[in-house]
């Protein structure tokens, strides 16, 4: 057919990301009119060539799009004995950027999202946390600073969660309170509560790999506030300690110490009736000690009276430095210990390969893990030291994928290798969330180990 004959060929694709569209360019026109871009879960608009010659562009936001997915793009010719053969694309590989640097710098791990804002926390008691906007997929150009007042006693150690009552509740650095605030953009209203820590509590000191406490987590049911403390010095299950408190009435309802093989690790969670957290047995690797762990599931389920007698222990591959995550999958995981459990503590499975690119079972990870539920792909994805973010197809028998560096939207820095890393997350923070949208989170070298000007918000496009 000569150029210019008709040929009203009508182009599909099967994307459903929600983030490309069809644009129709005429014959010698080099762009054509911006596209619409679909709803998530609908397949753009068909766009119909009209002449020989024209063609198709497919247009980008730069949205989340699921990992190592695929989509076609496919033309129907009427009357035509040959149709075109379909073009099979591969999905945006994952891109990494970060946002501008702020004035105070992370630590810890803790990381919230809530009310279109993430917020972080910081080495500071006068500015515990920090914040950036976060909607339609643009986060704030830097991170900015929650100043509270008053100020509270030490600095946050890591540990965040929203409470019921919609306050930040988190942990501190070395002392016997934890702290609620009602953030408002960037002022906060703290309130501390004392907490039971048996005597003999203490952490060591901070920037040299050794874990923060006496708090080692902190974990809501949805009605109460649970913290754990620990003897982190002493790699001692003697003062482990669970404090429940009454959000609304601030007063301690309940106490309970449990464990017998080392003190608790980092990080807590609760789910199903019990609380998830490990234990160290002899002291981890990061604490001058060659010990292992244990994962250690304890019941409270509204009566934290019977947590000292039905808790449970399991021995794990590892140091017993890590985060112990459940994911959607219902199983519990230690991306630094590299270990899986079901949640009823049994079928211990190693990542395999395994995460930081390591070649022995060691604490090089994070700690942070989270699974993305949200675009659909299953990958998992963790924080590391040496590295900016684990992604891995599977927990066994996948593949480690390297992500792209870029700047992900107007107003956030475009990232290099290495500026994301996360230092082994000694805090009790989980480190990375999945957003509402599908990316992904973290702020960046939550133990201290990098300059202060490194103070940035650290984003996944997948």
């Known amino acids: 057919m000569s150029s210019g004959a008709a040929i009203n060929a009508t182009i599909t694709s099967t994307d459903k990301s929600g983030t490309t569209c069809l ?102 008691a006068t ?19 929650v100043t509270v007042a008053p100020a509270l006693t030490s600095a946050p150690a890591g540990g965040l969660v929203i409470g019921p009552d919609g306050r930040l509740w988190g942990t501190e650095q070395n002392n016997t309170t934890v702290f609620a605030i009602a953030a408002t953009g ?17 952490a060591g000191t901070a920037g040299n790999g050794t874990l923060f406490g006496p708090q080692t987590g902190i974990t809501t049911d949805g009605t109460s506030i649970y913290v754990l403390c620990a003897n982190v010095a002493a790699h001692t299950a003697a003062n482990n300690v669970v404090t429940e408190i009454n959000p609304t009435t601030g007063t301690t ?13 980092n990080g807590a969670i609760y789910a199903n009736g019990n609380i998830y957290t490990e234990e160290q ?39 017993g430095d890590g985060n112990v995550v459940l994911l959607s999958d219902g199983n519990l995981y230690s991306e630094t210990d590299q270990t899986r ?28 893990l989270v699974q993305d539920n949200v675009l659909g792909s299953h990958w998992l994805f963790g924080t590391a030291s040496g590295h900016d973010l684990d992604m891995h197809t599977a927990w066994t028998g996948g593949t480690n994928v390297t992500p792209t560096y870029l700047p992900l939207n107007a107003g956030s820095a475009a990232a290099a290798a290495g500026d994301c890393e996360v230092a082994l997350n000694t805090g009790g923070g989980f ?20 300059p202060a000007s490194h103070s940035w918000i650290c984003f996944a496009n997948l």
């Open 23 to 124: 644009v129709y360019v005429a014959n010698g026109a080099s762009t054509g009119t911006p596209c619409t871009y679909p709803a998530v879960g609908s397949t753009p608009a068909p766009v119909t060539i009209a002449h020989v010659n024209d063609g198709v562009a497919l247009q980008y936001n730069d949205g989340p799009s699921a990992p190592g997915g695929t989509f076609s793009v496919a033309g129907n010719v009427p009357g035509a004995t040959t149709q075109p053969t379909a073009v099979t694309m591969n999905d945006p590989a994952a891109g990494l950027g970060h946002t501008t640097t702020g004035s105070v710098y992370p630590w810890g791990g803790g990381i919230v999202y809530t009310a279109s804002t993430i917020y972080v926390t910081q080495n500071s």
């Open 127 to 145: 500015a515990p946390l920090g914040f950036t906007t976060y909607s339609n997929g643009a986060a704030g150009a830097s991170a900015s600073s």
């Open 431 to 450: 480190g990375i969330i999945q957003l509402p949208d599908g990316k992904l989170a973290w702020s960046h070298a939550t133990a201290g180990l990098d």
């Open 186 to 202: 960037g002022t906060g209203v703290a309130t501390e509560y004392g907490i039971s820590c048996g005597a003999g509590t203490s």
């Open 253 to 265: 309802t309940a106490t309970c110490t449990t464990g017998h093989d080392g003190n608790f690790s």
């Open 341 to 368: 459990f079901s949640a009823a503590l049994t079928g211990a499975t190693t990542a395999n390969p395994l995460f930081d690119g390591i070649t022995d079972v060691s604490p090089n990870g994070g700690g942070g």
């Open 281 to 319: 047995a002899g002291g981890g690797a990061n604490l001058g000690g060659s010990g292992g762990g244990f994962f250690l599931s304890i019941p409270v389920g509204g009566n934290l009276a019977t947590c000292a007698s039905g808790y449970s222990e399991t021995a794990i591959i590892g140091t």
